[in-house]
């Protein structure tokens, strides 16, 4: 394998590794923010009812 191609995999390589980085923070991010959502929505419900 010349060096240029496995230059050229090793960055597509790390493009990837580095997508998949950013796609697995946000969707944590989301998903807590989502439940930091549903947890004020229950406790606003349950002020309004007391």
Known sequence: ???A????RF????LLFISLS???TF???S???AQDQEKQTAAAIEAMLK
């Open 1 to 3: 394998m010349n060096p």
């Open 5 to 8: 191609s496995s230059f050229l």
């Open 11 to 14: 960055t597509l390589g790390f």
């Open 22 to 24: 950013f796609v697995i």
């Open 27 to 29: 969707a944590m991010n």
């Open 31 to 33: 998903y807590v923010i």
